[in-house]
């Protein structure tokens, strides 16, 4: 008995401990701030709102091209990056990637994607590079026509991001660019329809976003059905089940169903009256 208090009265001396130092841990981390330069790194979602297609950048080919001019009747998927970052750009393009290659939708056919480099000082040389290296791992025919990576001067990139939500800052102790990562779905009049934070992208939730998008110009009867079941969470970025439309689609498949299956039986009963009739 003895004993058995003593083992309970060590365990809770512990649970205390690990109380107390998950306390003082809390307490640490509160006290900490952010580096400050952080507090300018933000995407805030402008859903609806109005992209500037008015503004000039340059190709991978080193073309000068209007952002209207890359528009068509088609959603657009686009990105911000820059070319020389060392990281998580490159993680940005690799889920972009992934998620395409899972897409039956085809950039260039269904869609268009748009990667745009927020460093005024990187070149159309870099661009093409880039382009060159996803488009290969691609590898869908025809892609290259509607995957753009496109740089620009300073006054460009400003008022694309800062219409989009995108802020970011430059470092000079390193020399590069601290920012957050998503992607951006673009109406085909360039209206801001969907945010998908992170570097990994759900394959269903583009290809929901790329529907509603396109205002189901693309897509089968299953997205739209999708569409109705599934609902858009601007605060993560993902497409959430909504209960109550599941509960109304399967009710109205049930009643269908009983219906018909009621057809059938007093059809069937009509057929086997009129054949003993007959007889």
Known sequence: MQKRTRFIFHIGLMCAFCASATTVAAQ??????KPEFLNNVTIEQNLNGQTPLDLDF???????????ELFSDK???LSLVYYQCPMLCNMMLNGM???????KFTT???????????DHRETAEMAAQKKASYIEQYGRQGADKGWHFL????????????????????????????????????????????YF????????????????????????PVDQLLLYCFHYDPTTGKYGM????????????????????????????KRNKSQLART
């Open 108 to 118: 260039g056919d269904e869609f268009d994607a748009i990667t745009v480099s927020f």
């Open 58 to 68: 340059v190709n991978e080919k080193g073309e000068k091209v209007k952002l209207q």
């Open 97 to 103: 990637l992934e998620s395409f290659n899972e897409l």
């Open 75 to 77: 959603p657009v998927v």
């Open 151 to 194: 740089t620009g001067d300073e006054e460009s990139i400003k008022k694309l991001a800062e219409a989009v939500g995108f802020a970011f800052t430059f470092i000079p102790e390193t020399g590069q660019f601290a920012h957050a990562s998503a992607i951006i779905l673009l109406t085909p009049q360039g209206r801001i329809s969907r």
């Open 28 to 33: 640490m981390l509160s006290s900490q701030t």
């Open 197 to 220: 934070y992170g570097v990994e992208y759900d394959p269903t939730d583009l290809r929901l976003g790329l529907v509603e998008a396109s205002q189901n110009k693309i897509g089968s």
């Open 242 to 269: 909504v209960i109550m439309n599941v509960i109304r689609v399967f009710g109205t498949a049930t009643v269908a169903l009983l219906i018909s299956f009621i057809i059938i039986m007093l059809r069937r009963e």
